[in-house]
C-alpha cells in the first residue's frame, strides 16, 4: 500500500522560507504525478504546485513566482520550496502521489497525512 509522507512544515515570520519534503513509497509502480495542495481553516483544499511525470509543473495563482516544486528522482523526494512567505500562505499542505499500482487501473491519487506551515506577522 502507498504511503505518503510529508515533513518540514513549521512556523515562520512573514518573508521568510520554508522547505517541504514528501516521499511516496509502496507498491508503486510508477508515477503519474506529484503535487502539493494546501487547507487553511474553513476553506477548500486548493492547488499549490504539481509536477507531471514529464516534468511539467504547474502552480497555483497565489504562489507563483514564489513557491518552487521540484523532484529527487534518485531519492524519489519532491520538495516545496517556499520563499517570501505570507500570513495567508499559512494551510495545511498536503501531499499527493498520483501512481500506478498493482490491481488498479491507470493512476490512483494517494494522500499524505499534512503538514503545519503557519506564516505569522
Known amino acids: 500500500q502507498v504511503q505518503v509522507a510529508e515533513s518540514g512544515g513549521g512556523s515562520v515570520q512573514a518573508g521568510g522560507s520554508l522547505k517541504l519534503s514528501c516521499t511516496a513509497s509502496?507498491?508503486?509502480?510508477?508515477?503519474?504525478?506529484m503535487g502539493w495542495y494546501r487547507q487553511a481553516p474553513g476553506k477548500e483544499r486548493e492547488l499549490v504546485a504539481f509536477?507531471?511525470?514529464?516534468?511539467?509543473?504547474n502552480y497555483g495563482d497565489s504562489v507563483k513566482g514564489r513557491f518552487t516544486i521540484s523532484e529527487d528522482i534518485v531519492k524519489n523526494i519532491l520538495y516545496l520550496q517556499m520563499n517570501s512567505l505570507k500570513t495567508e500562505d499559512t494551510a495545511v499542505y498536503y501531499c499527493?502521489?498520483?501512481?500506478?499500482?498493482?490491481?488498479?487501473?491507470?493512476?490512483?491519487?494517494?494522500w499524505g497525512q499534512g503538514t503545519q506551515v503557519t506564516v505569522s506577522s
Open positions: 509536477i507531471s511525470s514529464d516534468g511539467t509543473t
Open positions: 509502496g507498491g508503486i509502480l510508477s508515477t503519474c504525478g
Open positions: 499527493v502521489s498520483i501512481s500506478r499500482t498493482p490491481g488498479r487501473q491507470g493512476c490512483s491519487s494517494y
